[in-house]
């Protein structure tokens, strides 16, 4: 599979992360890798990038891709992140980022099924190798907590209703891929404007199997334990939930004078960048300084 590699917001995180000669800088969602082929080229000879992601695919081709012997790839999630870093004899960073949802390439990798254009079994897994699936949560899961999850995770208003005609189908037979629930959903509440009506429940469902808020705030944690004094974050966020956790994150500890806020507000792609990857349209650059 050929993906193309956009990196987003490219300039505007080196411009925030500063990276310098020698330093140890952690790339915690590495993905293909277009972050840290920039960082690298500004370390010297002896600075270090430890590029930390789930998904074994993305780690095996960024290894190829980059050959670097100052780029250690790691498979993990941000909880591991300390426990990563110690194994490398790494205690302190000078600049963590967290690019942070899911990648082009997981959604293009129809296999993978993230995409309510696949007729692949619903998955939804960054890591192939965890148990629970997108397929468990929707055919296992209780009304009630399908519900809650939609509508925190999806911020869906029309939980309810597409939860009780997924329940109605499961009930006569299993949804397994994620055409059938992208029906399912549109049977439920239609079309309305451009945006797909399956997109924010593939959203919830996807937040829901990977942990990823519970997982982004463990990961915001131990950046303050990993980040030298001086030491700079930097986070894209792509919708309201993880950027609220970011902008809270920043601001609680910048009132307990453990950081310094940035960037009043938080960096968006410009119209140029906008048309040569659309996908970038709704990230957010938020960023903090490590007293």
């Known amino acids: 599979m050929t993906v193309r590699h956009l990196p987003v917001l490219m300039r505007e995180v080196i411009e925030v992360l500063v990276p310098v000669e020698g330093g140890t800088y952690i790339d915690a969602t590495v993905g293909l890798g277009g972050h840290s082929e920039e960082i690298l080229k500004m370390i010297g000879q002896d600075g270090i990038v430890v590029g930390i992601d789930r998904d074994e695919e993305a780690l095996r081709m960024t290894g190829e891709r980059l050959n670097d012997r100052r780029l250690i790839l790691k498979k993990g999630r941000f909880s591991d992140i300390e426990s990563l870093l110690r194994s490398q004899g790494i ?11 899911v990648s082009m390439m997981q959604l293009r990798d129809l296999k993978r099924g993230f995409s309510f254009h696949s007729d692949e079994r619903l998955d939804m897994r960054m890591d192939s190798g965890q148990e629970l699936s997108a397929w468990d949560v929707v055919n296992r899961y209780p009304e009630k907590e399908l519900i809650r999850i939609l509508r925190e995770y999806g911020e869906e208003y029309n939980a309810g209703k597409i939860v009780r005609v997924i329940v109605g189908h499961r009930d006569k ?3 397994d891929t994620c055409h059938e629930l992208a029906e399912i959903v549109f049977q439920a509440v239609g079309r309305r404007g451009r945006i797909h009506p399956a997109t924010k429940t593939f959203q919830a ?6 942990r990823e808020l519970e997982e982004l705030k463990q990961g915001l944690d131990s950046s303050l334990k990993i980040l030298k004094r001086g030491g700079r974050l930097c986070v894209i966020s792509y919708h309201s939930l993880e950027d609220r956790v970011v902008k809270n994150f920043i601001r609680n500890n910048a009132r307990e004078g453990l950081l310094i806020q940035l960037l009043k507000k938080p960096l968006s792609p410009g119209k140029e960048e906008i048309v040569i990857n659309p996908s970038s349209r709704s990230a957010k650059l938020r960023g903090a300084e490590r007293l």
Do not use: H, M, P, T
């Open 205 to 210: 469902l996807r937040i829901e199997v990977n």
């Open 173 to 175: 037979k299993s949804i």
């Open 91 to 101: 205690n302190k960073a000078d600049g963590i980022l967290f690019d942070l949802g």
